[in-house]
């Protein structure tokens, strides 16, 4: 049976010595004694697989055999001569210098090792912020190319009054009220969002991507319960402009604005709080920030 010395089971369990004496307690086994010299404390090779099994530790690195322990107790010699062959024959002490230069080693190995792991990390959250700021950077592309596409204000304002009648009484014609959309059509107004607008002469504009012009005054019950069944929203007032949304399933509302890839944000308050004059206000605040990073 060979014997292994505290500093060599360190090597192999790649752990200090004060780590070893308190796996030893725990596993309720204790170091023997070598029977040539009694100031060395070992451990068997057995004992050293069972501690590695149940902290589940590799092997590190396996002791040379020429400076393994062994339990045979080298007979005392009976003449000079004899002794002098003896301490030929006897393997040399490991030195405690290259186990500790070798402990210094590894935890070297390891120290690179965990700055490499960080520096991993903080490119990730780089990588994961530039994706999202590119994300929003389109997103708000997408919103302006829509707003292109949107007849200006001018114009807007006589159409509400001349298509409330046609939105409450659709017409019986085939062609005008059952046409099936196109993909494009239908891809479209999923990705447009609900839109509050401020029109001439003081008017806003509501528009839902799937019924179009809405007819309901503002800060009416119809105008809470509508922002009630929405989960974001976009707001175009007369001193600024946002996208609201709301946080997770509460009724609380931010809103939120892009300028040079960061993202500002303001909280709105609960839905019934959702009044023109809070909405202008946070439109205000917003763009007063965006005009002083300009």
């Known amino acids: 049976m060979t014997l292994m010395t505290q500093m060599d089971c360190c090597t192999m369990l790649g752990i200090g010595p004060k780590t070893l004496r308190h796996w030893l307690r725990h596993a309720k086994m204790q170091?023997?004694?070598?029977?040539?010299?009694?100031?060395?404390?070992?451990?068997?090779?057995?004992?050293?697989?069972?501690?590695?099994?149940?902290?589940?530790?590799?092997?590190?690195?396996?002791?040379?055999p020429s400076l393994a322990l062994s339990e045979e107790v080298t007979p005392l010699a009976s003449s000079?001569?004899?002794?002098?062959?003896?301490?030929?024959?006897?393997?040399p002490p490991l030195s405690p210098t290259r186990s500790f230069s070798e402990e210094a080693e590894l935890r070297k190995t390891v120290g690179v090792l965990e700055a490499k792991v960080l520096t991993l990390q903080e490119q990730m959250t780089q990588l994961a912020l530039e994706l999202l700021?590119?994300?929003t950077e389109r997103y708000e592309q997408r919103l302006r190319t829509l707003e292109a596409l949107l007849p200006p204000h001018a114009t807007?304002?006589?159409e509400v009054k001349a298509h409330v009648p046609t939105i409450e009484q659709p017409p019986h014609s085939p062609c005008?009220?059952?046409?099936?959309?196109?993909?494009?059509e239908l891809l479209a107004r999923s990705r447009t969002l609900p839109r509050v607008e401020y029109g001439v002469q003081g008017l806003y504009v509501l528009i839902c991507p799937q019924e179009g012009l809405l007819s309901f005054p503002v800060d009416s019950p119809e105008w809470f319960d509508?922002?009630?069944?929405?989960?974001s929203f976009r707001f175009i007032g007369s001193q600024g402009r946002f996208t609201a949304y709301r946080e997770g399933q509460t009724r609380s509302w931010k809103a939120y604005r892009s300028f040079h890839g960061r993202s500002h944000r303001r909280s709105l308050g609960i839905t019934d709080r959702l009044t023109v004059a809070r909405l202008e206000q946070v439109a205000a605040s917003l763009q007063s920030e965006m005009n002083s990073l300009s």
Do not use: Y
């Open 31 to 64: 170091f023997s004694i070598h029977p040539a010299d009694a100031r060395l404390k070992c451990l068997t090779e057995e004992q050293v697989q069972q501690l590695a099994t149940l902290h589940a530790r590799a092997l590190q690195m396996a002791p040379d």
């Open 80 to 91: 000079p001569g004899d002794l002098a062959v003896a301490q030929e024959n006897e393997a």
């Open 133 to 135: 700021r590119e994300r």
């Open 156 to 158: 807007r304002a006589p």
């Open 176 to 184: 005008a009220s059952q046409r099936p959309l196109q993909p494009a």
């Open 226 to 231: 509508w922002f009630a069944s929405l989960h």
